[in-house]
Nanobody, 119 residues
């Protein structure tokens, strides 16, 4: 069983930055790592959870149009940690952010971390 723990959320003014972290409870070797899909989602109460950014072992990261050029997803494999660097934050980025990992049919979610951006 894999546990994902997010941190780094908080309150910031518009134009500011935050970096979210997602630490996994287990490490994977470089071969197994290729089978994993990892992503950040966000959800506002009453709305569907939306994909923000995703990353795999190889290939370019993918970003939602609304965050492209402002957010950057990255990983530190030795630390079993994934990051979401969020710059030029806007009030509409206010949401609960969740990290997500999938391997085959197994899906894992973090508990979520609140990001609030004030105007």
């Amino acid at each position: 069983q894999v546990q994902l723990v997010e941190s780094g959320g908080g309150s910031v003014q518009a134009g500011g930055s935050l970096r979210l972290s997602c630490e996994a409870s287990v490490s994977v070797n470089s071969i197994d790592d290729m089978a994993w899909y990892r992503a950040w989602y966000r959800q506002v109460p009453g709305n569907q959870r939306e994909l923000v950014a995703s990353i795999k072992r190889f290939g370019s990261p993918m970003y939602a149009e609304r965050v492209k050029d402002r957010f950057t997803i990255s990983r530190d494999m030795p630390k079993n940690t994934m990051y979401l660097q969020m710059n030029s934050l806007k009030p509409e980025d206010t949401s609960v952010y969740f990290c997500y990992a999938r391997k085959g049919a197994s899906n894992y979610w973090g508990q979520g971390t609140q990001v609030t951006v004030s105007s």
